[in-house]
C-alpha cells in the first residue's frame, strides 16, 4: 500500500525539499547495489566509487542527479518518512507506484502507469486500487476543493 497525503504538513517526518535532503543526507549515506542500479536506470548515470556520476554529459557528483532520481533514493532509504514527489516525472512516478508500504505527499495528480493492483490509500483515510481509483478519488477531491472553493 502506498499512503498518499494531499494536505502539506511542517514536520520533521517530512521531506518536501529532496534536492536539499539529498544532499544532506541521503547522499552521504552508504549506497547499495540497488541503489547504483536506480541511478543507472532513471539518469542513465554510473556511480563511481568516489560517489561522483559519469554521465553522457561528463563526470559530475552525487549532487548532479535530478530531482525526480534524488526523490525516489530518499524514498527507498527512509521509508518511514513521507517525501514529496511534486518534482518527479511520470518515469519516476511509474516506479514509485510499484512500490509498497511508503508514504508520499502530492497535491496534484500526475498521469503514469500505475499497476491494477496497486493500492493507495488517501490521507489516512479512503483505499482505492488502481488506476481506475486513483483517478476516480482526484476527480471527487477537484469537485469537493471547487465546492470549497480552494
Not at 47 to 58: A, C, E, N, S
Not at 114 to 143: H, L
Request: proline share 3%; with cysteine.
Amino acid at each position: 500500500m502506498i499512503d498518499i497525503y494531499t494536505v502539506k504538513k511542517n514536520d520533521p517526518d517530512w521531506i518536501i525539499k529532496n534536492d536539499l535532503f539529498f544532499n544532506l543526507n541521503t547522499g552521504n549515506e552508504e549506497l547499495s547495489e540497488r541503489d547504483t542500479e536506480i541511478i543507472k536506470e532513471i539518469d542513465d548515470a554510473e556511480l563511481k566509487d568516489d560517489k561522483r556520476i559519469q554521465t553522457k554529459y561528463g563526470l559530475g557528483t552525487i549532487r548532479n542527479l535530478s530531482s525526480g532520481c534524488k526523490t525516489l533514493l530518499n524514498i527507498i532509504k527512509h521509508p518511514e518518512k513521507v517525501v514529496c514527489v511534486e518534482e518527479c516525472g511520470p518515469n519516476v512516478l511509474k516506479y514509485i507506484f510499484s512500490m509498497d508500504n511508503i508514504k508520499i505527499y502530492m497535491s496534484r495528480p500526475t498521469l503514469t502507469d500505475i499497476s491494477e493492483d496497486t493500492q493507495f490509500r488517501f490521507n489516512d483515510n479512503e483505499i482505492v486500487t488502481g488506476s481506475a481509483g486513483y483517478n476516480e478519488w482526484w476527480s471527487r477531491e477537484y469537485e469537493r476543493r471547487e465546492k470549497l472553493d480552494i
